[in-house]
Nanobody, 120 residues
């Protein structure tokens, strides 16, 4: 089982990016998926979470600007980021609590991180 995060890049303030977190492998089910970010010299913080029932929650700093969604048929979660600010610059990571077919329990998997830089 692997998680692949993608979609980062360089964008100007006020711009948009869409991140993807794709799970691959022999997966029975995916529960909570979350996006985190970590800026240089700062602690990792939760950006957004989505449950298997599509309940969502967001960090205070991104509410109203970021939207998390999931496509269960593709085992993929998206993070649409609008009105980006320089302080959104960070490495973004996704995590998924999922059950692989070879086990009977849920475990947390992490993607490799994707760099988002907001600068003019």
């Amino acid at each position: 089982v692997q998680l692949q995060a993608s979609g980062g890049g360089l964008v100007q303030p006020g711009g948009s990016l869409r991140l993807s977190c794709a799970a691959s492998g022999s997966i029975v089910s995916i529960n909570v998926v979350a996006w985190y970010r970590q800026a240089p010299g700062k602690q990792r913080e939760v950006v957004a979470r989505i449950t298997s029932g599509n309940s969502t929650s967001y960090g205070d700093s991104v509410k109203g600007r970021f939207t998390i969604s999931r496509d269960n048929g593709k085992n993929t979660v998206y993070l649409q980021m609008n009105s980006l600010k320089p302080e959104d610059t960070a490495v973004y990571y996704c995590s998924a609590d999922l059950r692989a077919s070879s086990v009977t329990y849920y475990a947390r998997y992490w993607g490799q991180g994707t760099q988002v830089t907001v600068s003019s």
